[in-house]
């Protein structure tokens, strides 16, 4: 296991367009989480999921951007009607449950998915 | 609102010497605080964390210290070297929060050789 894989690392798109992320967490990791980064700033909390079930939400969570993770594995963030705002590094972690698993509460972060709406 | 501060957007320091980074918080549910380390085009790694029911935790050059009273945490680089040179982000959470962090924006280090 290589750790926590992002898919796109890199989209450019025009505003308007619909656009759909890919996490692959670590396999023995229950819990998965998505972030945003804006330049300048800290990673923004958007979601997170315990095994399928999605149990929080931000209200930096517009209903534009909905997140599944269908079979408790993998996790995709779609983002319709893109808008220059959305232009944000997206950032996927999964952890186990209790928090332990090499990271103390911390989590697995990946590489992260650059959005650019034009 | 920031519930989470770093102040000093930027920090250089020699190589050999201690670095400093600082963050204050706010929200008093916050138990536990996390430091990360982040490289261009990677995402953030897990560096130390510290539990509120210490004031102290060490591992190996990276030492995290809690001042819950003045709700503020330090983390200390010695020695510092050049690999160091990256964006610290702090990081707290509440136990009772299904583990969600909320990050301070971030500390631009720069270990002079």
């Known amino acids: 296991d290589t750790g926590v894989s992002q898919n796109p690392r890199h989209k450019i798109t025009k505003r308007g367009q619909n656009v759909t992320f890919r996490c692959d967490p670590i396999?023995?990791?229950?819990?998965l989480y998505w972030y945003r980064q804006t330049l300048g700033q800290g990673p923004e909390f958007l979601t997170y999921?315990?095994?399928?079930?999605?149990?929080?939400k931000s209200r930096l969570l517009s209903d534009r951007f909905s997140a599944e993770r269908p079979k408790g594995s993998f996790s995709t963030l779609e983002i319709q009607r893109t808008e220059q705002g959305d232009s944000a590094m997206y950032l996927c972690?999964?952890?186990?449950?209790?928090?332990?698993?090499?990271?103390?509460?911390?989590?697995?972060f990946g590489s992260g998915t650059r959005l650019t709406v034009v | 609102d920031q519930q989470v501060k770093q102040n000093s957007p930027s920090l250089s320091v020699q190589e050999g010497r201690i670095s400093i980074l600082n963050c204050d918080y706010t929200n008093s549910m916050f138990d536990y605080f996390l430091w990360y380390k982040k490289y261009p085009a990677e995402g953030p790694t897990f560096l130390i964390s510290?539990?509120?029911?210490?004031d102290k935790n060490e591992d190996g050059r990276f030492t995290v210290f809690l001042n819950k009273s003045a709700k503020h945490l330090s983390l200390h680089i010695v020695p510092s070297q050049p690999g160091d040179s990256a964006v610290y982000f702090c990081?707290?959470?509440?136990?009772?929060?299904?583990?969600?962090?909320?990050f301070g924006s971030g500390t631009q280090l720069t270990v002079l050789p």
């Open positions: 999921f315990q095994n399928e079930a999605q149990l929080e």
């Open positions: 396999s023995e990791h229950n819990r």
């Open positions: 972690a999964s952890s186990f449950r209790d928090g332990s698993g090499g990271a103390g509460y911390g989590y697995t």
């Open positions: 990081a707290a959470g509440s136990s009772g929060s299904a583990r969600q962090l909320t």
């Open positions: 510290i539990s509120s029911i210490k």
